[in-house]
């Protein structure tokens, strides 16, 4: 299985809801990341978790709450996003940190209305 | 890390070979040049990586220069599935940040 899995691939929301982003792996990883992604852009960092803690954050707004609960899932939680914020979400895995062979998901498509 | 420099478009006929320069000219020593490529409403995939030999797997072929100051990615037939933003990076070994840079959107005519 070389699969990162991200749920749902789309998602439209208000600016005062609060929703969930999950991604998961089962290729042992131990490494995880969320990119953002604008259209016509390349993928913009937000987050690295290493070993189930996080390691980087991109000064990303604390409106992004980045989770990691167990070594297969990463979540991101998400609470009163601004219209802007319509991206492309990329969820990616690695061996390690150390090991930029990154396998990345198909992405959620969110829109904030 | 590295800056690289990318043509923003190329294009390339069906069957021949696309190859895809990149600059890096402030390359230091440990520091490695890898490929992703992103198909249109996918999610970025891993090519090739190299330090200063040439590489080759069963996608691409990546040539570094003697001076490791810049690299052209070959993909030997191209198809029209290779149509993609291709992304060049440099990155330290050890370093924990995958920076994509703007990219080459490559486009396959049949």
């Known amino acids: 299985d070389t699969e990162v899995t991200q749920t749902p691939k789309h998602l439209v929301m208000g600016m005062t809801n609060k929703k969930s982003l999950k991604c998961e792996q089962h290729m042992g990883h131990r490494a995880m990341y969320w990119y953002k992604q604008k259209a016509k852009k390349p993928p913009e960092l937000m987050f690295v978790?290493?070993?189930?803690?996080?390691?980087i954050n991109e000064s990303v707004p604390s409106r992004f709450s980045p989770e990691c609960p167990n070594s297969s899932l990463l979540n991101l939680h998400l609470h009163a996003l601004q219209p802007e914020d319509s991206a492309l979400y990329l969820c990616?895995?690695?061996?390690?940190?150390?090991?930029?062979?990154?396998?990345f998901g198909q992405g959620t498509r969110l829109t904030v209305v | 890390d590295a800056k690289t420099t990318q043509p923003p478009s190329m294009d390339c006929a069906e069957g021949r070979a696309a190859n895809l320069p990149c600059n890096h000219s402030t390359i230091s020593g440990n520091e490695y040049v890898y490929w992703y490529r992103q198909i249109h409403s996918q999610g970025p995939q891993y090519i090739i990586h190299g330090l200063k030999n040439n590489e080759t797997n069963e996608m691409a072929s990546l040539i570094i220069t003697e001076d490791r100051k810049s690299s052209t990615l070959i993909l030997p037939h191209a198809t029209l599935r290779d149509t993609a933003v291709y992304y060049c990076?440099?990155?330290?070994?050890?370093?924990?940040?995958?920076?994509f840079g703007q990219g080459t959107r490559l486009t396959i005519n049949p």
């Open positions: 978790y290493s070993y189930e803690k996080l390691s």
């Open positions: 990076i440099v990155k330290k070994k050890g370093a924990q940040k995958l920076v």
């Open positions: 990616a895995s690695s061996l390690e940190t150390v090991n930029t062979e990154a396998f």
